[in-house]
């Protein structure tokens, strides 16, 4: 092996594994509260996902020690906020949870390893998996062109944190010279588009970091409901980050939303008794012309 081939993949899996334990902070924060806050496991079941791949790609491929040690513990790691995920998730999110590990994390890897080891002739085996992981990699960048998308759109940075911008941005780097020393295409070419997305986020960052927030109708109307909003950044070894955050806003909407409705509740009333006053007052008016009023001699 190349000296800067394991260089950079030593710098990768720091990074790498400093990324992966970005999350660590909103599990413990679930294992305190007992409860998931309302935020989705989807990008972990990504996450997981797209560990397996790598890790298998690793092991066909041979000679890849780093990029196993790496998705080995992207595997082990996801593995654990999934099943805390799971633990104290309502029972619906629980139930989908399964549902989408058990078609993706179990069929659809399963279906893949079954097609490259038997479908594939074996010389084939390596470059046909590398380029299904590079198309996995790639679909996954969905996820934080959203965040882009909503960033432009709010003019707000707060669901898209500079540092993991950056560390995201810096690990595209190591995994993309890694893969050039290797001499390996399917490792290069995602991170090609991993830098550019990240140096994106950072550009976007630095444009709207003073900015505003500017808030569009859909989002007004799910802010007293969504008491958790979710950031979601995916890199292309398969690392995840993924940041619920308190809704204090939405609370304080909340708030004043029952108050208008308790005075309002209130205020309906007062006007009902007025009105009730006011026609038991005409109608004592009225009784007491009927009896002063006398036929005429």
């Not at 099943?83 to 998730?89: F, K, L, N, P, S």
């Not at 299904?132 to 940075?157: D, E, N």
């Not at 950072?202 to 505003?212: D, G, P, Q, S, V």
């Not at 029952?258 to 026609?279: F, G, S, Y």
């Amino acid at each position: 092996m190349h000296p800067w081939t394991f260089t950079f993949g030593i710098l990768g899996n720091i990074i790498s594994v400093l990324v992966y334990l970005a999350p660590v902070t909103t599990f413990y924060r679930v294992y305190r509260k007992k409860s998931t806050e309302g935020f989705h496991s989807v990008p972990y079941l990504v996450a997981l996902f797209s560990s397996m791949l790598w890790l298998y790609y690793a092991v066909l491929k041979q000679n890849a020690m780093l990029l196993i040690t790496i998705n080995s513990f992207g595997c082990v790691i996801e593995t654990i906020y999934i099943t805390m995920y799971i633990a104290y998730a309502p029972g619906y999110a629980r139930k989908l949870t399964i549902k989408l590990f058990g078609f993706m994390n179990v069929g659809v890897f399963t279906l893949i390893f079954l097609i490259t080891k038997f479908a594939v002739k074996s010389p084939y085996q390596v470059q046909v998996l590398g380029w299904i992981c590079v198309a996995i990699s790639v679909s996954v960048f969905a996820a934080p062109l959203s965040i882009v998308a909503q960033v432009i759109r709010t003019r707000s940075v707060e669901f898209m944190p500079f540092t993991l911008s950056f560390f995201l941005t810096l690990s595209a780097v190591m995994w993309f010279t890694y893969g050039l020393f290797l001499k390996d295409i399917c490792i290069a070419v995602p991170n090609i588009l991993g830098f550019g997305l990240g140096l994106l986020q950072m550009l976007l960052y630095a444009i709207y970091k003073n900015c505003e927030k500017v808030m569009d109708d859909d989002e007004e109307k799910k802010l007293p409901h969504d008491q958790v909003k979710n950031i979601v950044i995916l890199s292309t070894l398969a690392t995840c980050e993924v940041h619920p955050v308190d809704a204090d806003t939405g609370d304080q909407v909340t708030n004043i939303t029952k108050d208008a409705i308790n005075n309002k509740e209130h205020n309906n009333a007062d006007h009902d008794q007025k009105t009730e006053d006011q026609v038991e007052k005409t109608m004592e008016a009225n009784s007491g012309d009927d009896h002063d009023t006398s036929p005429p001699q």
